[in-house]
């Protein structure tokens, strides 16, 4: 699994992001090293983003 960053315009979901984040950690052990971290970091705010917006789409669809 290919951990990149999203393209500009494109909104992956949570569950892709997360998906990420869970090879990551099993590729590391569960330790992270320095060089990790960062797209560690990176990847919890793209999955913080999506959820957010998928909540706001939720939202919406039941105030419809």
Known sequence: MSITPPR??????AAA???DIRA???RAGGR??????ATYHR??????????RE???EDMVAAA
């Open 32 to 37: 992270l090293r320095a060089e990790d971290r």
């Open 17 to 19: 992001v997360n998906e």
């Open 8 to 13: 500009p315009g494109f909104a992956r979901p």
């Open 55 to 57: 909540r706001a789409l």
């Open 43 to 52: 990847l919890v705010e793209e999955w913080h983003a999506a959820t957010a």
């Open 24 to 26: 990551l950690m099993l």
